[in-house]
């Protein structure tokens, strides 16, 4: 499974970078707002840490035409972009062409199979489930993503599923042992991820038997 970065923080995404841990990095209006920096020049900070590796900048127009330049523009920033479009018929409309046009795609706000699978027929490179905000309105998320996953396979759909609104470890597990094909993953859960206190109390031992050691 590739992991990406959920996050728009440059120092957060150099972090996950150095440890040879993602294969991308997704982002959203939201986390662009919470670095306080001009667009432009956040990814282009962000590009020159991730080289070629795929990062998803947002689309925020509504109508399919607004979209498709949208993205025309953002496609320019480099090969390594995709666009990521909401899930709606407009957004399906700019999928259709983007895709056509050679535009990498992330449909985006997916919250239910059939949504899926429509971005799927339309041609989306990569659909992105919400588990997180299924979860907080009681609804089981990871359900969705084995659902996705299935008809995928079913039907040799080529879309990548990417796993988001990752909140905690468990559900990287959980997306791992599905099957997905991405999980995006905010800092804060791959720090998660790479700690175990076994391992914290197992080094302490090891260096505390260390000083045991006569030194000659
Ligand atoms: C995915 O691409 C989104 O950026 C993200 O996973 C949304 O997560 P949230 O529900 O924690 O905002």
Request: with cysteine.
């Amino acid at each position: 499974m590739k992991i990406f970065i959920d996050t728009a923080n440059p120092d957060e995404i150099r972090k996950a970078y150095e440890m040879g841990v993602i294969d991308g990095v997704t982002t959203n209006p939201t986390l662009i707002s919470k670095e306080g920096k001009p667009f432009d020049s956040l990814v282009h900070e962000i590009c020159s840490i991730i080289g070629k590796l795929p990062i998803s900048l947002e689309v925020i127009s509504l109508k399919a035409e607004e979209m498709i330049e949208e993205a025309q523009k953002l496609s320019k920033i480099g090969e390594n972009i995709v666009v990521k479009i909401p899930m709606t018929s407009e957004g399906l409309k700019a999928v259709k062409i983007l895709v056509g046009q050679g535009i990498k795609t992330n449909t985006t706000l997916v919250f239910s199979p059939a949504q899926a699978l429509l971005a799927a027929k339309a041609g989306t490179t990569y659909v992105s489930p919400f588990i997180g905000r299924l979860d907080d309105i009681s609804q089981t998320g990871m359900e969705l993503v084995e659902q996705i996953v299935t008809i995928f396979e079913n039907y040799q759909f080529e879309s990548q599923v990417i796993v988001s609104s990752i909140r905690h470890p468990v559900h990287v597990l959980e997306a791992a042992l599905i099957g997905a094909d991405v999980a995006t993953v905010p800092y804060k859960v791959i720090e998660q991820l790479i700690r175990h206190p076994l391992t914290d109390i197992g080094i302490e031992r090891f260096l505390s038997d260390w000083k045991k050691v006569p030194k000659k």
